[in-house]
Nanobody
């Protein structure tokens, strides 16, 4: 079992910045992917950014150049630095960890979600 604890959400004016953090604990394989998803009101959940244990990153086109994902493998933490925020970034953001290589794989784990609201 994996637990994910998120922090850093809040209300910010357009053009501002926020930093989301997530700490994972439990049965975590050395080979995994951590990432951030978001779900806006009335919209489907979408991938914002992900990072593998090897450091390979992937970003949604809408956030490239504005958001930066990073991780500390020793601490099993992942962060998302969000700059130049836009109202369209408003959503609930979820941290995830995927032990995709596990022989007992049952799907990704998810945090509780944290609200990010960008005002105009």
């Amino acid at each position: 079992q994996v637990q994910l604890v998120e922090s850093g959400g809040g209300l910010v004016q357009a053009g501002g910045s926020l930093r989301l953090s997530c700490a994972a604990s439990g049965r975590i394989l050395s080979i995994n992917v951590m990432g951030w998803y978001r779900q806006a009101a009335g919209k489907q959940r979408e991938l914002v950014a992900s990072i593998t244990s090897g450091g390979t990153t992937n970003y949604a086109d809408s956030v490239k150049g504005r958001f930066t994902i990073s991780r500390d493998n020793a601490k099993n933490t992942v962060s998302l630095q969000m700059n130049s925020l836009k109202p369209e970034d408003t959503a609930v953001y979820y941290c995830s960890l995927d032990n995709y290589a596990s022989a007992w794989y049952k799907g990704a784990y998810w945090g509780q979600g944290t609200q990010v609201t960008v005002s105009s």
